[in-house]
C-alpha cells in the first residue's frame, strides 16, 4: 500500500501530463479527481490497517462452547478490476487499494 502511494506521489506531474495529452484533462481537475482521492483512500487504509488485520473473537455460541474460536482475516485468491478510462486512477487504483486491505478479505 506504501508503494502504491509513492508511485502516485512520485509520478503526479507524468500522470497529470498523460491525463491532459489523452483526455484534455487540465491539471487542476487531474489534482482533484484522481491524484488527491487515491492519496487519500491509501492514507486512510494505511491509518486503519492494524485494526483491520486483527482477528476477531466471535460471541459465545453453546455450539462451540469449549473451542477458542477465533476469525483469521486473509485473502481469498483473484480479483480482477475493471474500470473506464476517464477517470484511470480513481477508478482503478482506488479498487485496488480496497481489495488488497485486509478490510475487503474475501469480499473479491
Known amino acids: 500500500l506504501t508503494q502504491i502511494g509513492y508511485l502516485v506521489q512520485d509520478n503526479t506531474q507524468r500522470i497529470l501530463d498523460a491525463m491532459y495529452a489523452d483526455m484534455g484533462k487540465p491539471a487542476m481537475e487531474g489534482h482533484f479527481t484522481e491524484v488527491y482521492p487515491v492519496l487519500n483512500e491509501?492514507?486512510?487504509?494505511?491509518?486503519?490497517?492494524?485494526?483491520?488485520?486483527?482477528?476477531?473473537?466471535?460471541?459465545?455460541?453453546?455450539?462451540?462452547?469449549?473451542?477458542?474460536?477465533?476469525?483469521?482475516?486473509?485473502?481469498?485468491g483473484v480479483c480482477l478490476i475493471i474500470g473506464p478510462f476517464n477517470y484511470p486512477l480513481s477508478m482503478n487504483i482506488d479498487p485496488l487499494v480496497r481489495s488488497i486491505s485486509p478490510k475487503s478479505s474475501g469480499k473479491c
Do not use: C
Open 42 to 76: 491509501v492514507a486512510a487504509t494505511l491509518a486503519h490497517l492494524d485494526g483491520w488485520a486483527k482477528p476477531e473473537k466471535p460471541p459465545f455460541s453453546m455450539t462451540f462452547g469449549v473451542m477458542r474460536r477465533v476469525i483469521y482475516k486473509q485473502g481469498k
